[in-house]
């Protein structure tokens, strides 16, 4: 592990089965708690938050959950991803840019419910 703080990457990924605030919100936010806990990451330590849904999810935007949470100074940013045909439907995905001492190949990428295939691809 370096002593200096390096801006990582970290993807995580998660799927509803249904367009409601009420799963999107709870879903969103089960991801940004197992990212902060598997990686150690302070909020202090966040550059910057992007979200992606895939097009079938408009009920909600996901970065409320993250709001909710009380990270009213981080930057986030929601947006709708790539529809592309046959891909994995009702899919929420983050990539949390941080600042930490963790080297690339030690940082825990999570994938929950049907996005386990997504690591395959």
């Not at 990924?13 to 969103?28: D, L, Q, R, Y």
Request: one cysteine or more; a negative charge; aromatic letters at 4%.
């Amino acid at each position: 592990m370096h002593n200096n703080k390096q801006t990582r990457g970290i993807r995580v990924a998660t799927t509803v089965e249904n367009n409601v605030s009420e799963e999107i919100i709870p879903a969103t936010r089960e991801l940004l708690t197992r990212l902060l806990e598997d990686n150690n990451i302070d909020t202090k330590d966040i550059a910057a938050v992007f979200f992606s849904a895939t097009p079938d999810l408009n009920s909600a935007f996901p970065a409320k959950a993250a709001r909710e949470m009380g990270w009213l100074d981080v930057p986030l940013f929601c947006q709708v991803e790539i529809d592309v045909q046959g891909s994995l439907e009702k899919c929420i995905r983050i990539m949390m840019l941080v600042n930490t001492t963790l080297e690339q190949e030690e940082i825990k990428h999570v994938y929950l419910k049907e996005t386990t295939r997504l690591r395959e691809q």
